[in-house]
């Protein structure tokens, strides 16, 4: 068994919903909570700087609200994601806000400090960081992090290329703390399989973008219902850092998706060119095939739950 956190073993369901970059907002975060699932938004999403303030006074009254009406089913507890890079330089500002609110679960993300564990520790937060590859798993637990979220083939955005079998059976080998599994999970039967596999919870992303909360527009979440894994195309032009992005979206720019030119890690950015390039450019992961229509989120979590429970039934009669 894993050693969790206070924070995480208050879950009822595995999973936790990923930050994604100018769609999620206080509405889809609450409403993920609210589900039973983590959620989670990047604290860049909020512009002007200033604004991130209102929304976590938003998020934290209304999930307190939830809780005081509803003490049989509390919310899950909510994350905010920070980019760690030298192009944020809102870091210093936002974890201030961090702080200042005592946020349940930090996500780092391209790059792992210190100084921001110290930070959400300070009032007892805890700190998950994204990895691609078990080198960097050592480093971001050596630094002070306190889980991590292995990012694997098949996940939307930011995504590595190792196999989920590989990177958490090598992670598995030296640590024992809480992992949560990213890459192409969008229904029960992946969450269980995630667990089946050594991690604690499913990291789902790209499932939650075709939700009535999600601040999407609708061509994108509708091209998400539409389109399979063949949709994905695979690339580091848009912001310096290999994604997975919708095949449709980069033609809708003028570009062929089968023949993009290669870009380099110094020009990754994550300012207002990032927002614009994320704005034209749909990020997401490979599956999506599960996403048959655009639903309100407590919908998409109970289908979660769902086949999640349907899919252990399933194991426990092959057992006998």
């Not at 899950?76 to 944020?88: G, L, T």
């Not at 798993?137 to 083939?153: C, F, R, S, T």
Request: some cysteine; hydrophobic content about 45%; charged content about 20%.
């Amino acid at each position: 068994m894993s050693k969790l956190p206070a924070v995480l073993q208050q879950l009822k369901f595995p999973a936790i919903a990923s930050p994604l970059f100018i769609i999620s907002n206080p509405k889809l975060v609450i409403a993920q909570c609210k589900a039973g699932v983590v959620g989670s938004m990047p604290s860049l999403n909020a512009r002007p700087a200033e604004q991130l303030e209102e929304w976590l006074i938003e998020i934290t009254e209304s999930l307190a609200a939830h809780n005081r009406a509803h003490p049989d089913r509390p919310a899950a507890p909510f994350a905010i994601n920070q980019i760690v890079h030298k192009s944020n330089d809102r870091l210093e500002h936002d974890m201030a806000m961090c702080v200042k609110y005592k946020v349940p679960i930090i996500i780092t993300s391209l790059g792992a400090r210190e100084d921001v564990n110290a930070a959400a520790h300070s009032y007892g937060g805890i700190v998950l960081h994204d990895i691609i590859n078990n080198k960097f798993a050592k480093k971001a637990i050596e630094k002070g992090a306190d889980g991590l979220v292995a990012v694997a083939a098949g996940a939307g955005g930011h995504a590595g290329v190792k196999s989920p079998f590989a990177l958490i059976q090598e992670i598995r080998e030296w640590f024992d703390g809480p992992i949560a599994l990213s890459g192409a999970i969008a229904n029960g039967g992946a969450i269980l399989a995630a667990q089946a596999m050594g991690a604690d919870f499913a990291y789902i992303g790209s499932a939650f973008i075709a939700t009535e909360e999600a601040r999407a527009a609708e061509e994108y979440k509708q091209a998400i219902v539409e389109a399979s894994s063949d949709d994905i195309v695979y690339s580091n032009l848009f912001t310096g850092v290999h994604g997975n992005y919708l095949a449709p979206s980069i033609r809708n720019a003028g570009l062929d998706p089968e023949n993009l030119p290669e870009s380099d890690a110094s020009k990754m950015n994550f300012g207002g060119d990032a927002k614009k390039a994320w704005k034209d450019i749909w990020g997401c992961g490979q599956g999506i095939g599960a996403v048959k229509a655009v639903v309100p989120t407590a919908d998409l979590v109970a289908r979660l739950q769902r086949e999640y429970e349907e899919a252990r039934a399933r194991l426990n009669l092959a057992r006998h």
